[in-house]
């Protein structure tokens, strides 16, 4: 299929929807670290997921992702 729109294409929606729908499985992976908030900007040019983090020691941290779709090779 090829990509008509670009920021936010709708692969870029999908894809940032599926890792915010992944919080549990990711919180799985980071032991020492509780997600305590994601912002999920699908309408942005290209959708940001920015997941809130609390380590063991009561610090906190943000990991921010930026998808980017590249431009469509055919």
Do not use: C, R, W
Not at 28 to 49: F, T
Request: hydrophobic letters at 40%; proline letters at 7%.
């Amino acid at each position: 299929m090829k990509t008509i729109q670009y920021n936010p294409s709708s692969l870029e929606v999908a894809f940032a929807q599926a890792i915010e729908d992944l919080q549990s499985q990711i919180e799985k992976k980071l032991p020492d670290n509780e997600v305590i908030k994601i912002d999920n900007k699908i309408s942005a040019d290209n959708p940001i997921v920015k997941f809130y983090l609390l380590d063991k020691d009561g610090d906190p941290h943000e990991v921010v992702l930026k998808i980017i779709q590249s431009p469509d090779k055919f």
